[in-house]
């Protein structure tokens, strides 16, 4: 389906060069008519956006199904996490620092990185907080400067407890909660299929080189000129996988899964 578009004009190429700035610079002007992004990533420039005119955002819309029409799957958060906060052997007092993660992941620490100074930021109304006119128009209006000022808003996100938030965080504006809400029913478990490979194993080079092929290769399929071409590199693109070593992949990521589902109570 894809590389249809592709044959019919409506794959930019920019998609294959372009940069994180580039992208995020593209978003704000509304150069996307279509794009297959994450939400949070773009949420900042949405709020910006909306800011400006109301009526020129960005909205989630269903995207394309397999020939059967099943419904999406989105997974949620996972059991590995996403980065790693630790504190370093040569810490002169770790114990302070162990205090310092411990009151951020509390709920006042939660409520400082992601609200502010309450009074001065924020305010609690029918226990959802409210923030002060003059925050919102400094986080919706000129993001740099208040990160630079209030440095709220998760911008230290490395120890965030979104379930905790949810429960006393602003509702979002119009755009945003809609792709929250669009996502809702199609959120489900994948926990048992988050495997890591031990760094220097043999499901770790098999998979590093899998991964470099898919790479290469997914631009070609993508700009395939036809059907028989796209066939083609298709055969090519699963035989060197196999060659790489994907049988030892499968194998590591199937006892990982299977250990994973037992974990997790899963038959």
Not at 11 to 37: H, N, P, V, W
Request: charged fraction near 30%; include cysteine; hydrophobic fraction near 35%.
């Amino acid at each position: 389906m894809f590389r249809q578009l592709g044959e019919e004009g409506l794959l930019s190429s920019d998609i294959f060069i372009d940069k994180r700035t580039q992208m995020e610079e593209k978003i704000a002007a509304g150069q996307y008519f279509c794009m297959i992004y994450q939400r949070t990533d773009m949420a900042d420039i949405e709020r910006q956006m909306y800011e400006k005119d109301p009526d020129s955002i960005y909205i989630a819309v269903d995207g394309p199904r397999n020939a059967d029409g099943d419904p999406h799957t989105l997974p949620g958060t996972g059991i590995n996490g996403w980065t790693v906060t630790l504190i370093s052997k040569n810490c002169e007092h770790p114990d302070l620092a162990i205090r310092l993660m411990s009151y951020l992941m509390s709920e006042e620490g939660q409520k400082l990185t992601a609200l502010g100074i309450e009074g001065e930021n924020y305010y609690i109304e029918d226990g959802r907080a409210v923030l002060t006119e003059e925050t919102q128009e400094l986080l919706f209006g000129n993001y740099p400067e208040y990160l630079k000022e209030v440095g709220a808003n998760d911008a230290y996100w490395m120890l965030q407890d979104n379930r905790m938030q949810e429960e006393w965080k602003p509702l979002e504006i119009p755009p945003i909660r809609q792709m929250e809400e669009w996502a809702l029913p199609y959120t489900s478990l994948t926990n048992q299929y988050d495997v890591n490979f031990t760094p220097g194993s043999d499901a770790d080079a098999a998979y590093q080189k899998i991964t470099a092929i898919h790479g290469e290769m997914l631009p070609k399929l993508l700009l395939a000129s036809s059907e028989e071409e796209f066939e083609e590199l298709w055969e090519q693109y699963v035989r060197r996988r196999e060659e790489s070593g994907l049988s030892i992949v499968l194998k590591e990521s199937t006892r990982q899964m299977n250990e994973l589902k037992e974990r997790l109570g899963i038959s």
